[in-house]
């Protein structure tokens, strides 16, 4: 690996560390929002690892998070209480007990099956369809998990999860993501899948099974996915099913567009940014002093904010922030890349 | 009589989706985009009717209308850009447009719904043998006929329906031959946008609270009756919302309570299943033809 390459991982890497060190040194709250922004940036870069290389967009990745969320947090909420407050929740779940670590490998594992298993039929389309498919999953996923009380808690909120997300283990996992993410793009298949995404005919041509060089990218993001579900339960202590539903699919495709859908780097400074914007939005929401002056912005101003700041980085810059480019060695001119129009187009339909 | 009574229920339904159906896949036809911020025109349709409390009743029918078209006019302006953009890019965009204009209205309403009280004198029933049918069943029927047939009319009668399936057709060639984009985009707007208005009006009577995601919750399964039904081709869409909205009633009516909540599963179960098998829809005969509207 050349020094170029490795800065390529490098940069993202020190960008995370980044927000770690300065969020220590912040207040209590700002140092939750903190952590979450590196929760978060591990789930826009799984996110990224498929829908970037593949050129093939996913409204469901929010569902492999959910499920990563649950196990985790089941798997870690003291088993006294789980039959009083589910009652209905399958005895296995009851006596599950593990430490922090095996379950959030228990969220990867799960989140990957289960992209998986909804991976071998949906691979199979690509551009719209693709699209409302995987919207079908977020809605499906949703729809089962609060209602099927027998797997999970259903509409209530589980509660009492170990907050054991510090800095520590939210720059770790975060850290994890990207190296996983920056090791697979770098590898043939990463590489077959970037080819396809390009030219579909053309590397058909040359043998590529585009199809299952898909399945493998959408697995391991949906086990990226699940894993930062777990940190996300983990963070947070509670969770229930409409926190990881419409509006965090919204933000985390927000962060991965207005970073750079087509690149590592602008997936990390997307999630980094757009999650800071965020935090402070939210912060404003509830009120606060800025430079001697109180001022609050009425609820929701965030969530209008991002979808504005979406459209016009979609309609004026669609390459995003970083230009879809991998960050640079910064003593070298940059390498150009095609734009990302063209990664994201539909092969099945003209013009 | 109870299976009489839940089938003449899921016939108002269904008229109701199709309409809605029928909005989604003329704007598709002719701008190859499916359009998630069209349930947000309902919503600024209900919102009007709430603002309008008190009016009188064809003042408000006037407002809403209004507002709807107004609304379709303005979507069509943000989403100019996004003409020339690949589908899926087109795809985000009105996903963010749709929750964008969602937040706006928690902005100004708060998420607490509010009732409209737009006749509720519709919802008054009468009885044919024994079985009992609301006004507003009738009146969503009858409008869902009327509104499916005068959109037939106007596509197969009338100049601009003609250019509006050329452009459906192919795009690049009707503008060659000289139809003007901007002015069948428009009208193709405003027609969703008249279109929205009239559901707005029979939802408001059955369902009289409105919340920012009133128009959302009627889109979702409007959109998958039209995935269903065949994206590509106007009758087919209008056909499959129909279908949505008939089976929910159904199978709402005769699920156990137990398996019920899992009818959005189901349906979105059957979506996975159309786009893989039946890419082009289920009630899309033939696909040599080149007529999409």
């Known amino acids: 690996m050349n020094r170029r390459s490795l800065w390529e991982l490098g940069g993202p890497m020190l960008l995370i560390l980044a927000v770690a060190v300065a969020g220590s040194t912040m207040s209590r709250a700002l140092q939750l929002q903190a952590r979450s922004i590196l929760v978060t940036t591990a789930v826009v870069v799984a996110m990224y690892l498929f829908i970037g290389n593949s050129g093939v967009l996913s409204f469901g990745h929010i569902s492999f998070v959910a499920l990563g969320a649950f196990a985790a947090g089941l798997a870690t909420a003291p088993a006294a209480v789980k039959p009083t407050t589910f009652p209905e929740l399958h005895p296995f779940l009851v006596q599950l007990q593990l430490g922090n670590i095996p379950s959030l490998v228990l969220a990867a594992l799960i989140g990957g099956l289960f992209a998986f298993l909804v991976g071998v039929p949906i691979v199979r389309l690509s551009g719209l369809s693709a699209g409302i498919a995987t919207f079908a999953v977020l809605i499906i996923t949703n729809n089962v998990l609060r209602n099927w009380e027998l797997i999970g808690p259903g509409a209530k909120t589980l509660s009492l999860i170990p907050t054991t997300t510090g800095f520590l283990q939210a720059t770790l996992g975060a850290w994890l993501v990207v190296v996983v993410a920056y090791l697979y793009q770098r590898s043939r298949f990463g590489r077959m899948l970037r080819a396809a995404r390009e030219d579909p005919s053309a590397s058909r041509a040359v043998g590529i099974d585009i199809q299952r060089q898909r399945l493998l990218a959408f697995t391991l993001s949906g086990t990226l996915a699940g894993f930062g579900g777990g940190l996300l339960a983990h963070l947070l202590g509670s969770i229930n099913t409409q926190q990881v539903f419409l509006d965090l699919t919204f933000l985390t495709l927000a962060m991965l567009v207005i970073g750079g859908i087509g690149s590592l780097w602008g997936a990390v400074v997307g999630a980094v940014v757009i999650s800071t914007l965020n935090s402070f939005l939210a912060e404003a929401e509830r009120g606060m002093n800025l430079v001697g002056v109180e001022f609050q912005v009425p609820g929701s101003t965030r969530l209008v904010a991002m979808g504005v700041l979406m459209l016009a980085m979609l309609a004026l810059r669609p390459t995003g922030l970083t230009g879809s480019r991998e960050l640079a060695w910064p003593f070298f001119h940059r390498r150009a890349h095609k734009s990302v129009r063209a990664r994201m187009s539909d092969p099945d339909t003209p013009g | ?293």
């Open chain 2, 1 to 293: 009589m109870r299976f009489a009574q839940t089938l003449i229920d899921a016939l108002a339904l269904g008229a109701l989706f199709a309409l809605v159906a029928m909005g989604v896949s003329l704007l598709f036809g002719v701008m190859r985009l499916v359009n998630f911020a069209y349930g947000e025109i309902i919503t600024a349709g209900a919102y009007a009717l709430l603002l309008t409390k008190g009016m009188a009743t064809p003042a408000r029918i006037t407002v809403t209308l209004t507002v709807t078209i107004v609304m379709a006019a303005l979507i069509n302006l943000v989403l100019r850009p996004f003409r020339t953009v690949p589908p899926p890019t087109a795809l985000i965009a009105t996903f963010a447009l749709s929750f964008l204009l969602q937040n706006l209205a928690i902005l100004w309403f708060g998420t607490q719904g509010a009732a409209m009280e737009f006749l509720p004198a519709l919802n008054q029933a009468f009885t044919i043998g024994e079985v009992r049918i609301r006004w507003i069943t009738l009146a969503s029927l009858l409008m869902g006929v009327v509104l499916v047939g005068a959109m037939a009319l106007i596509l197969r009668r009338t100049d601009i329906g003609l250019q509006m399936r050329a452009a459906a057709a192919d795009f690049t060639m009707a503008r060659i031959l000289g139809v003007r984009s901007n002015r069948v985009i428009a009208v193709a707007f405003l027609a969703t946008g008249f279109l929205a208005g009239a559901v707005t009006l029979a939802l408001a009577v059955q369902r009289p609270l409105v919340t920012p995601s009133y128009g959302f919750n009627v889109l979702v399964p409007a959109l998958v009756g039209v995935v269903v039904g065949g994206l590509d081709r106007l009758v087919a869409g209008t056909m499959g919302g129909f279908f949505v909205g008939f089976a929910t009633v159904l199978l709402g009516q005769f699920l156990p309570p137990d398996a019920r909540v899992f009818l959005n599963s189901a349906l979105f179960a059957v979506v996975i299943v159309v786009l893989l098998v039946k890419p082009n829809g289920l009630f899309v005969r033939h696909t040599k033809g080149f007529e999409r509207v």
